[in-house]
């Protein structure tokens, strides 16, 4: 990947994290957390991987985005609002009554939100569906779904899992948000997951293990998975929670809590700093 190419993706992630943060502060809640540990795939599939047009965002022949750990919204509308399918202003207005940006996504009110998701397991059987659907309609668009590692302790995900496999839907693409912390603390210890690429790999998926925050491996694991013929591919993701903001990086407690006045312009200053770093 060329120099000028990774400085544009990060970038792009740096102002999908200064989103996060916008919203999360004026929301006086939310999960700014889990959402900017997947800013840097959000970062890279907009970018550079989903063929989607936000000018058409109902397109029958797009790729789909399903955000099964439906809690980050923040990160798939800072995206959103960076691809141009709103006006970032709609950012401050997060989890507002009447507002376009509720706490979870909904596809009935916000313009590229492929399903509405947030009931935890429940997305990645909607992407199954989709990508099924895609089968029987000989149609090639590809089907992607984030799920965090603490959602992989519902069953339901397994289930999907091996319909999946099952089908040999090889246009969907299971994405795996491994930042070892949920809510209740580090998954390890509330309801061990791992090992999960072995668990994916058992029910039938290719996998693919990448640094969640490397835009070269997800390059290699996206392009690998678009070339996997006969089954799903599972990208496993290492990242950090919270990563961007130095001080609410692997703290379990920024799951769901909203930044202050003080730690908004911190953090805010922190990314806005790195955003002159890389666009200068």
Same mark, same amino acid.
Not at 58 to 87: C, I, M, N, W
Not at 244 to 260: L, R, Y
């Given at each position: 990947?060329?120099?000028?190419?990774?400085?544009?993706?990060?970038?792009?992630?740096?102002?999908?994290?200064?989103?996060?943060?916008?919203?999360?502060?004026?929301?006086?809640?939310?999960?700014?957390?889990?959402?900017?540990?997947?800013?840097?795939?959000?970062?890279?599939?907009?970018?550079? !991987?989903?063929?989607?047009?936000?000018?058409?965002?109902?397109?029958?022949?797009?790729?789909?985005?399903?955000?099964?750990?439906?809690?980050?919204?923040?990160?798939?509308?800072?995206?959103?609002?960076?691809?141009?399918?709103?006006?970032?202003?709609?950012?401050?207005?997060?989890?507002?009554?009447?507002?376009?940006? +509720?706490?979870?996504?909904?596809?009935?009110?916000?313009?590229?939100?492929?399903?509405?998701?947030?009931?935890?397991?429940?997305?990645?059987?909607?992407?199954?569906?989709?990508? *099924?659907?895609?089968?029987?309609?000989?149609?090639?668009?590809?089907?992607?779904?984030?799920?965090?590692?603490?959602?992989?302790?519902?069953?339901?995900?397994?289930?999907?899992?091996?319909?999946?496999?099952?089908?040999?839907?090889?246009?969907?693409?299971?994405?795996?948000?491994?930042?070892? *912390? +949920?809510?209740?603390?580090?998954?390890?210890?509330?309801?061990?997951?791992?090992?999960?690429?072995?668990?994916?790999?058992?029910?039938?998926?290719?996998?693919?293990?990448?640094?969640?925050?490397?835009?070269?491996?997800?390059?290699?694991?996206?392009?690998?998975?678009?070339?996997?013929?006969?089954?799903?591919?599972?990208?496993?993701?290492?990242?950090?929670?919270?990563?961007?903001?130095?001080?609410? !990086?692997?703290?379990?407690?920024?799951?769901?809590?909203?930044?202050?006045? !003080? +730690?908004?312009?911190?953090?805010?200053?922190?990314?806005?700093?790195?955003?002159?770093?890389? !666009?200068?």
């Amino acid at each position: 990947m060329e120099a000028c190419e990774k400085r544009r993706l990060t970038a792009a992630a740096t102002r999908i994290r200064m989103n996060i943060v916008e919203g999360t502060f004026h929301a006086k809640s939310g999960h700014p957390g889990g959402s900017l540990s997947i800013a840097d795939v959000l970062a890279y599939l907009y970018t550079k !991987e989903l063929r989607v047009d936000p000018k058409n965002p109902q397109d029958p022949t797009r790729d789909r985005l399903v955000l099964s750990k439906g809690h980050a919204a923040p990160a798939l509308y800072g995206a959103l609002a960076e691809k141009g399918y709103f006006d970032r202003a709609e950012i401050q207005k997060l989890r507002h009554i009447g507002a376009m940006l +509720q706490g979870h996504p909904d596809m009935k009110g916000t313009p590229g939100v492929d399903m509405s998701s947030g009931s935890l397991g429940q997305g990645i059987s909607a992407a199954v569906g989709m990508a *099924l659907g895609a089968k029987l309609d000989k149609a090639d668009y590809r089907v992607y779904t984030i799920l965090g590692d603490g959602e992989i302790q519902e069953g339901q995900v397994w289930e999907a899992a091996m319909f999946a496999s099952a089908k040999g839907l090889d246009n969907l693409c299971v994405i795996v948000d491994n930042n070892d *912390l +949920q809510i209740d603390g580090p998954v390890r210890e509330v309801n061990n997951p791992h090992p999960i690429p072995e668990k994916f790999a058992a029910f039938g998926f290719r996998v693919i293990v990448v640094d969640g925050h490397d835009f070269e491996q997800l390059e290699m694991a996206f392009s690998g998975a678009r070339a996997t013929k006969g089954q799903p591919t599972a990208v496993i993701m290492r990242t950090t929670k919270g990563r961007g903001v130095s001080f609410m !990086e692997n703290q379990v407690g920024w799951h769901g809590s909203a930044p202050n006045k !003080e +730690q908004y312009d911190a953090a805010m200053a922190e990314l806005t700093a790195r955003l002159a770093e890389v !666009e200068g």
